[in-house]
């Protein structure tokens, strides 16, 4: 993933002098509020350590792409790997031909996303996006020719133990987000 600005610039940190980073998100229902949301539990990162979920690590991102057009049709290849200061990687690898544009446009704050480390760390998205889908099982949409996906990292072990299976791929070409705290919110409006 890169971090680009409204214009599509990219995002420095001018600390480190990055502005990619992989995450690792899942799907999950609040215990306490039974909201559903997503769960941010590790982050990758040349940028802020330990960032604003407190689960970022160091570690070296790339990403290469390339982009392949005709008149009939475009191809993109893609890697990223990771490698992260403590030792180990992370690749992933895709090649796929583009796929159909679906325009995500959120009128209020409606994607949440909290903390693994601390689930009281939460910040809610109101999204605008462009999402590329690329493979789909439940519809049998597939545009990737390749994926590959390796790890040698411990701690993500058990997640990435041979057993997993791929269902969905959906790349975001364009994507931008006003970010609420809830928190910081709440201690504004009682100042």
């Not at 049709?73 to 090649?95: K, N, R």
């Not at 462009?130 to 072990?157: K, P």
Request: aromatic share 10%; net charge negative; charged share 20%.
């Amino acid at each position: 993933m890169t971090n680009n600005d409204y214009r599509s610039y990219p995002l420095v940190d001018t600390a480190v002098g990055t502005r990619l980073l992989l995450g690792f998100i899942f799907l999950a229902r609040n215990p306490d509020t039974g909201e559903r949301g997503l769960v941010h539990f590790q982050m990758f990162t040349g940028g802020a350590i330990p960032g604003r979920f407190h689960d970022a690590l160091p570690a070296r991102v790339k990403h290469d792409y390339h982009l392949v057009e005709d008149n009939a049709s475009s191809s993109m290849s893609e890697v990223y790997q990771v490698h992260p200061e403590a030792g180990g990687m992370i690749e992933v690898q895709l090649t796929y031909q583009r796929g159909p544009l679906v325009r995500r446009s959120a009128e209020h704050p409606n994607f949440p996303l909290w903390a693994a480390v601390d689930p009281t760390i939460m910040r809610v998205y109101q999204e605008d996006s462009v999402q590329e889908l690329l493979r789909n099982d439940f519809t049998g949409l597939n545009m990737i020719q390749n994926v590959t996906f390796r790890s040698t990292l411990a701690e993500l072990a058990d997640l990435f133990d041979g057993k997993e299976q791929l269902v969905a791929v959906i790349g975001n070409p364009h994507y931008m987000r006003k970010v609420f705290s809830p928190h910081s919110e709440q201690a504004s409006r009682e100042e």
